[in-house]
């Protein structure tokens, strides 16, 4: 995306009344309702003894560390800082944009939940495409970065939990 089209984007969720505070809020919100479920059904898998439950964390963990690891190397700038416009959603960073953490995150829990739960990671996919679009007209993310974070974040969680199944 260029320059105009995230200042077209803005312009346009600036000039409706609520247009900034739903989009921070939709994002706030989907983004907690992911990690928020990971951290109950980790729980709820730790409660009752589900063997299943040490495969999600280690995945998940291990890819975190990894993406972290890997943006903070990149160290790739993000739309407001290339372009110096104010984001819709509020960012002090000016670098770690590829790829976006959120949606790693929020696709390699999906995906790690898929084997556990088909629905609930059907939903979080849902979710997570949410995440993805909201990151990107908010103003915090390439599309570019949220592709490649919907993308690696699956591959991640498909080729953690393979691993994991097959040594287990």
């Given amino acids: 995306m260029t320059e105009n089209d995230y200042r077209k984007i803005s312009n346009k969720i600036r000039k409706y009344k609520y247009g900034e505070q739903i989009v921070r809020k939709l994002n706030l919100f989907s983004t907690s309702v992911v990690y928020i479920i990971y951290i109950l059904v980790v729980a709820f898998m730790i409660i009752t003894k589900e063997?299943?439950?040490?495969r999600i964390v280690a995945v998940t963990a291990v890819s975190f560390i990894g993406v972290s690891y890997f943006r903070k190397k990149f160290d790739s700038p993000r739309p407001y800082t290339v372009y110096n416009y104010e984001p819709i959603i509020k960012k002090e960073k000016e670098g770690n944009s590829?790829?976006?953490?959120?949606?790693?995150?929020?696709?390699?829990?999906?995906?790690?939940?898929?084997?556990?739960?088909?629905?609930?990671?059907?939903?979080?996919?849902?979710?997570?495409c949410m995440i993805a679009?909201?990151?990107?007209?908010?103003?915090?993310h390439f599309p570019k970065d949220v592709i490649v974070g919907a993308i690696t974040g699956s591959i991640c969680g498909v080729l953690g939990s393979l691993l994991f199944i097959a040594i287990r």
Avoid: K, M, Q, W
């Avoid at 063997?51 to 040490?54: A, P, Q, R, T, Y």
């Avoid at 953490?101 to 997570?128: K, P």
């Avoid at 679009?133 to 915090?140: D, S, T």
């Fill in 98 to 128: 590829f790829p976006s953490r959120h949606v790693f995150s929020a696709f390699v829990i999906a995906t790690t939940f898929i084997y556990a739960n088909l629905e609930l990671g059907i939903c979080l996919f849902v979710i997570s």
């Fill in 133 to 140: 679009v909201l990151r990107v007209i908010g103003g915090v």
């Fill in 51 to 54: 063997c299943d439950v040490i």
